[in-house]
């Protein structure tokens, strides 16, 4: 079945530790986005890929870095220097050419917690 | 810019009943999609439902519906026959066509009561 799987589901870090969550997707999407979620509150981008090799900063990329050398992968590092990384983070996919391939289609989320 | 405006944070519905999860929408681009999801309390992402700014029809899929008016606009999600399982999260979001950034909501919490 065709989808987006992120992993782990569950990570804990010990604070200045850099962690790397996992994207991946077989739809044969173009675009990919990282977005975090703090309790109660909605989605916060902090990067999108239009492309391989090639990605943007969203609204919240400070602390963050991302990768896109394979179209089916997009990981996301969490640096030391963001300085409050406990969230939901959710990943996301689309074809992007106009009309309802412009709808994003999510994984299942990670809950990294930092101890 | 585009924005999104969910006034409701919290909605409550008597199963069976029908609901409307309000959504407001700000936009200059003439070409733009509204779309809806469901998050429950697993925080998965679910989408309901899509509607270009250029449908004359509202969308429907299965329970849902999307009561858009242009001219006003909103973009409300209707959900007939309340069940259970509907309690959750409910996000509005929109992008203008053909654009990479989705700009959502704060979102409305719906609980559905027995």
């Known amino acids: 079945d065709g989808g987006i799987t992120q992993s782990p589901k569950y990570l804990f870090r010990k604070e200045g530790q850099n962690v790397t969550l996992s994207c991946e997707q077989n739809?044969?999407?173009?675009?990919m986005y990282w977005y975090r979620q703090d309790p109660g509150q909605g989605l916060r981008l902090i990067y999108y890929?239009?492309?391989?090799?090639?990605?943007q900063k969203g609204d919240i990329a400070e602390g963050y870095s991302v990768s896109r050398e394979k179209k089916e992968s997009f990981p996301l590092t969490v640096t030391s220097a963001q300085k409050n990384p406990t969230a939901f983070y959710l990943c996301?996919?689309?074809?992007?050419?106009?009309?309802?391939?412009?709808?994003?289609?999510f994984g299942p989320g990670t809950r990294l917690t930092v101890l | 810019a585009q924005k999104i405006t969910q006034t409701q944070p919290g909605m409550f519905v008597q199963e069976k009943e029908a609901v409307t999860l309000d959504c407001t929408y700000d936009?200059?681009?003439?070409?733009?999609?509204l779309f809806w999801y469901k998050q429950p309390s697993s925080g998965e992402m679910i989408f309901l439902i899509y509607?270009?700014?250029?449908?004359?029809q509202n969308a429907t899929e299965g329970r849902y519906s999307l009561n858009f008016q242009k001219a006003r606009k909103s973009a409300n999600l209707v959900i007939s026959a309340s069940q259970l399982g509907d309690s959750a999260m409910y996000f509005c979001?929109?992008?203008?066509?053909?654009?990479?950034?989705?700009?959502f909501g704060a979102g409305t919490r719906l609980f559905v009561k027995a």
């Open positions: 979001a929109t992008s203008n066509t053909g654009g990479f950034k989705t700009i």
């Open positions: 996301a996919s689309r074809i992007g050419t106009g009309g309802s391939t412009d709808t994003q289609y």
């Open positions: 509607q270009g700014s250029y449908d004359q």
């Open positions: 890929s239009q492309i391989v090799n090639d990605f």
């Open positions: 936009t200059s681009d003439p070409s733009y999609g």
């Open positions: 739809l044969n999407h173009d675009a």
